[in-house]
């Protein structure tokens, strides 16, 4: 399964990389892509707001609400196994698009896809990290992979408004098919077959994923309800602790089964629990900073949707310049100063938004460029660490890991500045223009939001250095199968 050491070498595992660099590109691009297609599908499906929400709303819940039971299954079943699978489905699911005629189709539709994506995403981390030993080839396998993704982020929007001028909004996702047929071909032919010996030989842990899978759904649905219904609605307050309660549920069946789905002593682990919280703090910042860039631009300061699409332009230029620098910087200065210069760009550029960008463009520029160099160095790093910090036989659950604790706290970031926002600020934030007296609650409320995100990413941060700071190597496996 793996390239031998002598042989070792990015060009010689080109087709696995090739397969798995299609699949995070579909992940990517996947609801990027539709962002821009949400007034047409509304028209012509009739599609309430609500339900346009739910188009995308669902991929992402779905998506990271099964991502921990399908990385267990993972390295159970076979990463490859399961990977193909969930290929196929999102085939199938991509395909049925032709076929929707209403919102409820094609929010089930964008059900499905979730489903096929949370098969596919942690196995395309794993793999690429098992691909090889040594570990400058894997940080630059996994970053060849993730700048694959990146740049479908990036020019999804723009693709989608080519698209649409020249054919029907259904195209969009039926572009994945071609994709999802490449990925199937090159991950079959470039990467063998599970070996035995290398699975997890444990019964899958059914309730325990039920419990896990209840509570990021909630998790990821409570945010959207305190930025649609407020602070003042009983329902997202309803829903964050039921999401508690599932949460409390899923670590007392975790240390009591016999065979739980995840053995909690892994988190106990240095490198894994700091990987997760440079993970975490990357999350929090992306999500919360551009959630509070997008408001000040558009509603605080006029610009256009044209102007503020440009004005992200610092962001996307730095997460794709960057990807050729990760592996010389882990060179110069070690897998783990890496990691603490990444996430400290993440909280000194939160820190210059607060101070500087809730007044001038030049620290909000200064602000996307620093938080986004600082993603592109500790995502990648922070993946390796817990990849390291866990035995063979569960790096799929890892790197289930990394996506669900992105996909949690990115859900977070925007919560905390979503309800400080709708705290703060007096009247309808999309009504213009606005007063003086709401154009400075809206000041007060960046200011406030940026110091809290900059707070609670530098603790996060802070934790994961003192963790990994004496964790230089991975740690034996766990005597208990």
Known sequence: MFVQ???????????????LSAVFLVEMLDNSVLTVALPTIGRDLAASTTALQWVTGAYSVVFGGLMLVFGAAADRFGRRRLMTVGLVLLGLASLATAFVATATELVGVRAAMGAAAAMTAPGAGALAFRLFDDEGLRIRAITL?????LVGLAVGPTLGGL???????????????PIAVLAVVAVRRGIAADDAADLHRVPLDLPGGALGTTTIVLALVAPTLFVVQG??????????????LAGVGFVVRQRTAHDPLLDLALLARPLVSGGLAYKAAA?????????LVTLQLQFAWGWPPAAAALAMLPQVVVLLAAGPLVNPLVQRVGLHRAAWLGAGAIVVGLAVFTGLGTVTYVGVALALALVAAGLRVAGVVAMVTVLQGLPSTRTTIGAALTDTATE???GTGVAVTGTIVAALFTGTITASPWSAAQAAEFHHAALLAGGVLTVVAAV????AMVRTRTAVSPEPAPAAA
């Not at 992979?145 to 993704?149: A, D, K, P």
């Not at 996060?460 to 934790?463: P, Q």
């Open 145 to 149: 992979i993730s700048t694959v993704g």
């Open 283 to 291: 999350g929090l910042a992306t999500a919360g900073l551009s959630y």
């Open 5 to 19: 050491n002598e042989q070792q070498s990015l060009h010689r595992a080109w087709l696995a990389l090739t397969g």
């Open 408 to 410: 949690v706290t990115s």
């Open 460 to 463: 996060l941060v802070a934790w």
């Open 231 to 244: 602070a003042d609605s009983w329902t997202p307050w309803a829903t964050t602790a039921a999401a508690v």
């Open 163 to 177: 698209v649409l001028a020249v054919a029907p909004w259904q195209v969009l996702l039926l572009v994945n098919v």
